[in-house]
């Protein structure tokens, strides 16, 4: 299975880091797409690559809470410059959140407008934060319809309506993780209405962290608690839920790379 969003290289697994991935390895996760942050983690993320360069593999990108507006334009100058000279699977994360702040809303479009012009250019999927703001993320897209943009909608946890209106784009998947075990979060009724062609799996460790185990850090391990809740919805076997979630994140990041 493919963990297509994991924050491993973050100061939670300092101690750990490589037993981390060993014990992910153990229940058959053994790829890992890290999106970004900022700038500032960039080294972290390059070394855990060049220590598993056939399993870790890295996207770049701001997130929009890094959004400052003092900073973000020379952060986005260095996701233009990484992405001339590494051959990163997506750009990303960025979107627009509107649950932590909107103080910065001006910045966090013009930002995420950048990153999809960037992801256009270099011919690569978007990793989408849309924490509190798809009405925000859908003008942005509609605006943009010029752009050939495709990619991920991260830890997608939004309404029947929100999905129909992703769907309409035909470009995009839906990145399920922790949130789809809770018992409040209203999910069930939308994986069910979801094709296994259009999911792929993800923890976002260290947060987000699959019931039963909320409230400990998360690690990609845990991607098959969130493959067995979606073959419960879904009524079928994990087996499908790995094998196709695994095409699907193939096709999404790997197919787009080599195709640069």
């Known amino acids: 299975?493919?963990?297509?969003?994991?924050?491993?290289?973050?100061?939670?697994?300092?101690?750990?880091?490589?037993?981390?991935?060993?014990?992910?390895?153990?229940?058959?996760?053994?790829?890992?797409?890290?999106?970004?942050?900022?700038?500032?983690?960039?080294?972290?993320?390059?070394?855990?690559?060049?220590?598993?360069?056939?399993?870790?593999?890295?996207?770049?990108?701001?997130?929009?809470?890094?959004?400052?507006?003092?900073?973000?334009?020379?952060?986005?100058?260095?996701?233009?410059?990484?992405?001339?000279?590494?051959?990163?699977?997506?750009?990303?994360?960025?979107?627009?959140?509107?649950?932590?702040?909107?103080?910065?809303?001006?910045?966090?479009?013009?930002?995420?407008?950048?990153?999809?012009?960037?992801?256009?250019?270099?011919?690569?999927?978007?990793?989408?934060?849309?924490?509190?703001?798809?009405?925000?993320?859908?003008?942005i897209l509609d605006k943009r319809s010029d752009l050939k943009t495709r990619g991920i909608f991260h830890a997608f946890s939004g309404t029947l309506a929100d999905y129909e209106k992703i769907k309409s784009y035909k470009s995009f998947l839906f990145g399920l993780g922790g949130i789809i075990t809770f018992k409040n979060s209203g999910m069930e009724s939308v994986v069910k209405k979801m094709s296994m062609d259009e999911i792929v799996l993800e923890t976002d460790s260290p947060y987000l962290t699959p019931a039963p185990f909320r409230g400990k850090r998360n690690e990609s391990a845990n991607l098959v608690l969130i493959a067995k809740k979606i073959a419960e919805i879904k009524n079928i076997n994990i087996e499908t839920v790995s094998e196709q979630t695994t095409l699907n994140a193939k096709k999404m990041f790997f197919d787009s790379a080599n195709s640069q």
């Not at 809303?105 to 256009?120: N, T």
Request: hydrophobic share 40%.
């Open 1 to 139: 299975m493919i963990d297509t969003h994991t924050h491993l290289y973050l100061e939670e697994f300092d101690t750990d880091f490589d037993e981390t991935i060993a014990k992910a390895e153990l229940v058959d996760v053994d790829t890992f797409v890290f999106p970004a942050i900022e700038k500032s983690m960039f080294e972290k993320m390059m070394s855990a690559h060049l220590r598993y360069p056939q399993k870790i593999f890295l996207s770049t990108g701001l997130h929009p809470t890094s959004i400052q507006e003092k900073t973000y334009k020379q952060e986005l100058d260095f996701v233009q410059k990484t992405v001339e000279n590494f051959p990163f699977v997506a750009i990303g994360e960025t979107g627009i959140d509107c649950y932590w702040t909107t103080e910065n809303i001006v910045w966090q479009r013009l930002a995420f407008e950048r990153q999809l012009e960037i992801a256009d250019e270099y011919n690569l999927p978007v990793i989408i934060h849309a924490r509190n703001s798809f009405d925000e993320i859908f003008a």
